[in-house]
């Protein structure tokens, strides 16, 4: 099976002059899932890993860069999920780690548990020897402008930059990953659809794997990821049943998405119904990249050498 690796930046409005900087984030991000993937590594570390280094990205709303809440603080989810034995770990509303993916991962493989949030999350981190950090280092200058800005708003905006990956690996095993700041001036312990099992992504080798980004409160309405997942098993390709469940989203609660999809075969593709979502993806040693409707840039991986070293 050749490996196959999509990430993407998040969906929403993405500024012209930001427009250079996400379609180089995503493009490291992808290829170094892509690395892990062509060195034998399984689907879950590449998606993990591709994430991380999203996070680490204080472009995006995730990790470092995250958004902040209404009382100016940062709390994040994450999702992992490995399509072998659809094992899953999420956490959420968690703060002053670097890496929620990180901890999702080790909820997955270390607890008998899917989900943990708040207090019990941060114990966990704690038992499992991940640092804690000072707020102050996840909170990036945009971040807080941008909240400044939204305390005067009378109506909540919606987040963009949400980070996510979905992958299959060389034995044929697909993994998904997401992980969020939310949504800017969210009220305090408000969880979205990214660390929701079927909503912010799902992962089954028996169908393929996707993982979501948009408005959370109606993602998780429609379960967009299990609904996308759902189409497929129905026959659909994966370009027909991201447009279908997109459609869907749309008609029934009138929100609006992007997603990154993949089947068991490493057939892809990324659809949004937001003005533009940042993605790339790496097969057959091709990178691909697009953040405009219609935009898809390709070149070798063998010429990305200087994305790499950026
Ligand atoms: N889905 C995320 C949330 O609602 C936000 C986003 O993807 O932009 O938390």
Known sequence: MKPVIIVHGGAGTIAQEYAEQYRSGVKRAALKGYDILKQGGDAVTAVEEAVVVLEDNPLYNAGHGSVL???GDVEMDAIIMNGKDL???AVSAVRCIAN???LARLVMEKTDHVHLTCKGASLFAKSQGIPEIPVEELITERSRERWKKNLKLASKPKGTG???AVAVDSQGNVACATSTGGISNKMVGRVGDTPCI????YAD???GAVSTTGNGERI???TLAKLILHYMEQGMSVEEASDAGLNYM???VDGTAGVIVVNGAGEWTAKFSTNQMSWAAVKDDNLACGIYLGENEIVPVSETLQINAM
Do not use: D, Q
């Open 87 to 89: 094992s899953a770990g």
């Open 220 to 222: 998780m309405k429609v």
């Open 100 to 102: 929620p993916i990180k």
């Open 162 to 164: 949400t980070v996510g």
């Open 250 to 252: 749309k008609t029934r």
């Open 198 to 201: 079927g909503s912010g992504g």
């Open 205 to 207: 080798n028996n169908v």
């Open 69 to 71: 809440n209404e009382e």
